[in-house]
Each structure stands twice: as structure tokens, then as C-alpha cells.
Nanobody, 117 residues
Framework: QVQLVESGGGLVQPGGSLRLSCAASGSLLSINAMGWFRQAPGKQRELVASISRGGTTNVQDSAKGRFTISRDITKNTVVLQMNSLKTEDTAVYYC???????????WGQGAQVTVTS
């Protein structure tokens, strides 16, 4: 089994920055990629950024140039650095793990990010 524990998030003004961290533990060899999703009220959950086992990163168009996903292999941690935040970035952010046989099926507890003036 894989467990994901998120930290970070909070309240910030437009233009500010926040950092989300996700610590993974358990059977990590089964994971092919890690990602950050977000879900705003009344909207579907969407993939914001991902990083593959090989280190390839992808960021949603709306977040490109503002969000960066990275990892620390020694700490089994994935980080989402969010800069130039906008009010429309307000959502609950979830860390997730991708396993080839199951897809994005492992989730963290969620972290609230609120961008407001």
C-alpha cells in the first residue's frame, strides 16, 4: 500500500505564493507518476501538474509559468510550488499517485488553497 500525506496550503493574496508538499510512503515501486489535482467548489477535479518516475513534468496550461512540480527522491516527497496565484486557483489540492494497473487511485487528504484579497 501507498500512503500520501500533504502539507502546506493556506490563505494568500492574489500574486502571492504557496508551497504544497506530499510525502509518500509504502510500496513506492508500484508508482509510475505523482501528481497534483485540484477541485474548486462546483467543479470537477482536474490535474494541475504531474511528474513521472523518469522526472518528466507536465503542467496544466492555466498554471504554466506559475506552478512548478518537483521531487526529492531522498525524501520521497513531491512539491508543488505555486507563484503568482490568482483567485481562480482557489481549490482543495490533492496529491495523487499513478499506478499502471489502477490509474490515479491513491490520494492524499487534500489541502485548502484560498486566494483572496
Amino acid at each position: 500500500q501507498v500512503q500520501l500525506v500533504e502539507s502546506g496550503g493556506g490563505l494568500v493574496q492574489p500574486g502571492g505564493s504557496l508551497r504544497l508538499s506530499c510525502a509518500a510512503s509504502g510500496s513506492l515501486l508500484s508508482i509510475n507518476a505523482m501528481g497534483w489535482f485540484r477541485q474548486a467548489p462546483g467543479k470537477q477535479r482536474e490535474l494541475v501538474a504531474s511528474i513521472s518516475r523518469g522526472g518528466t513534468t507536465n503542467v496544466q496550461d492555466s498554471a504554466k509559468g506559475r506552478f512548478t512540480i518537483s521531487r526529492d527522491i531522498t525524501k520521497n516527497t513531491v512539491v508543488l510550488q505555486m507563484n503568482s496565484l490568482k483567485t481562480e486557483d482557489t481549490a482543495v489540492y490533492y496529491c495523487s499517485a499513478f499506478r499502471p494497473a489502477y490509474g490515479w487511485d491513491i490520494w492524499g487528504q487534500g489541502a485548502q488553497v484560498t486566494v483572496t484579497s
